[in-house]
């Protein structure tokens, strides 16, 4: 049974490698020892915003399986109403099949629940079909365009 909990900094070397564990991931992270500052800063600005949460999904014996992050933003449209935001989604190789993302995703939705959100939302590479064919199967609809500019 997985266990689903706040990251810790010192989770931070097994989410980056999850991050990176992919075509697109391995072109984006870094993975050194020690950390790159960055994400020890980033680490710091989502541990101190109530407003984002940070997840690993590991075993029993603290083995990090997978991770994602939620963001909870506050909007005017739709009189007002919260939304999730999910990223950075991922499960370790050997636990992809296995439901473990099924797990991981549902968790995240019940927060977002927990915390008044009439939506959530996610986004994913347009490369990754298997993924949104993935999100689709637990009710997530493919209804807008995603636009992104890098700064």
């Known amino acids: 049974m997985p266990i689903f909990r706040n990251a810790r900094q010192s989770d931070l070397v097994d989410i980056i490698r999850l991050l990176a564990d992919d075509d697109l991931g391995s ?3 870094v993975i050194s020892d020690p950390v790159d500052g960055r994400y020890l800063a980033a680490f710091a600005a989502i541990e101190a915003d109530p407003n984002q ?5 590991s075993d ?3 083995q990090v399986l997978g991770c994602l992050q939620i963001s909870f933003i506050p909007g005017l449209s739709r009189t007002g109403m919260w939304r999730g935001q999910i990223e ?4 370790a190789k050997g636990y992809r099949g296995t ?3 099924s797990q991981l995703i549902e968790w995240a939705v019940a927060r977002c629940a927990e915390r008044g959100c009439g939506l959530v939302q996610l986004t994913t590479d347009k490369t990754r079909g298997a993924t949104v064919r993935f999100y689709e199967k637990l009710g997530f609809v493919t209804s807008h365009e995603g636009l992104k500019r890098n700064l």
């Open 27 to 29: 072109a984006r992270e």
């Open 53 to 57: 949460l940070l997840v690993v999904a």
């Open 60 to 62: 029993e014996t603290g």
């Open 88 to 91: 950075s989604v991922r499960i």
């Open 99 to 101: 439901g473990l993302g």
